[in-house]
């Protein structure tokens, strides 16, 4: 690999470590197009989660379908009229709402993998995004309404970046393992965010003293909502936003100098140092840039459709653990991180308490069936080899049979 | 047999500190004691004292630090700031508040049980990093021991049979991480972060599917039980004290001393111990004198996973009697923490796990002061870990070839 210092493939699924078996993997992807092993990995994760469902005494079967019609994607069958459509699209809505941050914070696992980093701190990043949003939107309240939302943006995005940027410069300079400082960045962000909006924290609200949360963020200061009814939680135009990220990073990666040199440091720091590209600055610079894609998510959320933030939110969030999958199972290219963030976002809205019928499967369950289905989603795509090993001995068997024809190789 | 003994004797004595080291050790004990003479029983009510001592041990720090002690001497400096700020801020509390916040024999006793279960998982994951394979899976292998302990305890009506079943399960989940990371040389991270969600998920879907929203008994479960060292109180002078410290602690706390004991022993006095390490630091070299390294590999890290699975069986049916969804709440990180904080070391760690212990047994009395500050008190384990990281004090070197899949040739 070390004479390869020059990125031509996307589909890349790890910089760093891989070294050994990354040649014949590197093939595999190229000819099954890195499509083949997401697919296969989501079918047998849902299949195992089927497995889970019926050994508990629930019909798999109508369990999905249920979670399916949860999601509102039923919404795209012409043949789905009436009040299932009002429903479906009130879901999909839903479903869309948290897609947008799972966009972003995959991006932020994402970008940091091509520059041979493992992100695992875009949950704290999103979380110190949110936090920033949270405390622009309630300042500054006499600002015009677009330029107010902007400032918070770009704010949260700067929070993100630094968050993120605290684990890039250590990297960078002393070399501190990125897992390690983003885990302890995630759980600080934690207590940071718990603190503020906490019993008798700075950013606590004036009008109830015992309950932990913030205040709104101004009226004005609101993302506009296109689809929906804005009292309803409608889609805001966060949705545009965050495919406008998913442009900016294949744009990024692809056609700048900047995406060149992390592509190249994640492929082979040692190779990219001897071609004369700074590896500390990269480091740092990826960093920066994935976390603000995470701070860009919680900022999104806030303004968008939260509008206040609270301690126990803080605690609960997911969103952006969930961006390792979405980046893994999307082999972090722009297209894939899309996809996965819709399945996810599908997945996760479809069987939250609010969308699923409990008639059809308890949605308490549901939910921790989702994080079983995530879970092995990304043991399979972590576990590839035995994707491509399965794969392999499938063409074997092909050739073998071919072979006395006559055509083999 | 005698040349045996003098060189054991002689081995030990080399530990002590000597010379400029000692220097620095009396400079960690000063900043140390600055903070505690503003505490009761000392109660110093000027501020002049906690600075005095936090200034001699901030010497110490500087005299062993401009003599190539290192890591210690650094620590001294810190603890001596730390000791003067904390020293000072005691002083300004009212004298009865004090009393009534540090009481020591009740902070002593609450740190070992809040050190208890970070023990159990950064000895867990002590052995697994040792050997190579980097188990961020902790947490969820802790959720999962916890779970199974409460749920086999409940069911069987044995407190035994609940330790039990949380190793077994513990030591799949940790079989899951070995299969993935081991054999399919999958990403370490990528599998530990897959094991923690996994673990919410089961850990979630069948305590809902067991026990509905009712959550577990209260009453019936039955509990490891706790050591009553009665006598104790007997020995004159500090036996009150002990016994309020020691006395009722649980079998669990006892337990992992011995535990921490036995993998020092194991880890670095016994021929186990060093190709375990071997095969940590150069699996290369281990498996050319014949050491297997996928075995090793194998039992370290489901040895790592029971391990952790003690820690959660000691929260679940030793420390609180109950389940809820997600109960280690980031324990299994601090664990982590607390195992690079020490150095992947038995004595190290466990020093850690005692430090992260108090200060959650302290955040647990600050309330008396600042609601909001005890909460932020929090979050000082992440710090310090990333400080320690850093490289600021001394830097935290991890085993060699941590994180790397081994391809035999």
Redesign the interface.
Known sequence: MSETPEPQVPQQPTGGDYAPSNAARMAFYQRAGGVITPVITTIFAFFIGGIVVAATGHNPISTYHGIFNGTGLNWFFPWVSGAERINAEFNLQQTLLVTTPLILTGLAVAFAFRCGMFNIGGQGQYTMGAITAVWVGTTWASMPGIPHAFLAIVFAMLAGALWAGIAGILKATVGAHEVITTIMLNWIAYWVGTYLFGLGGPLQNDANESVPISNDIVQSVKLHVWWGNAELQGLHIGLFIAIAALVVYWFILNRTTLGYEVRAVGYNPEAARYAGINVARNYFLAMAIAGSFAGLGGALDILGWQYRLGSLDIQTSQIGFIGIAVALLGRNTAVGVGLSALLFGALLYGTSTRSLDPEVFPPELAGNLTLMIQALVLLFVGADVLVVYVWNVRRKLRRREAAPVGAAG | MTAGSATVRESMLDRLPRGNRAVAWAGVLLGLFAFFVALPPITARSPLWPVLFGLLGMFAGVWGATRGVGRLAWGAIVLGFVGIGLGYLATLSGDAKLDRVVVWSALLAAMLRYATPLTFAALGGMFSERSGV?N?GLEGMMLIGAFFAILAADKLDSWPLGIAAALAAGGLAAL?HAF??IS????Q???G??????A???T???F??VYG?QGTPGEGIPRIPTVNLDFLSSIPGIGTFLEDVFGQLNLMVWLSFVFLIVSYFVMFKSPVGLRLRAVGEHPRAADTVGISVYTTRYVAVVISGMLAALGGAYLSIGFLGSFNENMTA?RG??A??AL?FGNWRPLGLFGAALLFGFSSALAQRLPEY???GA??F??LP??L??IA???VIG?SI?PAAV???Y?KQ
């Open positions: 980097v961020i899951i993935v990371s399919l040389r999958a990403d991270i990528v599998s972060t897959a094991i923690n969600f996994l919410l998920g089961v979630g879907y069948f809902i599917d929203d980031g990180f601090i982590l923490a690079i600042s609601t909001s909460v932020l929090q979050a992440y710090v870990t990333l990281v850093a490289g830097r991890p994180g790397r899949p391809v």
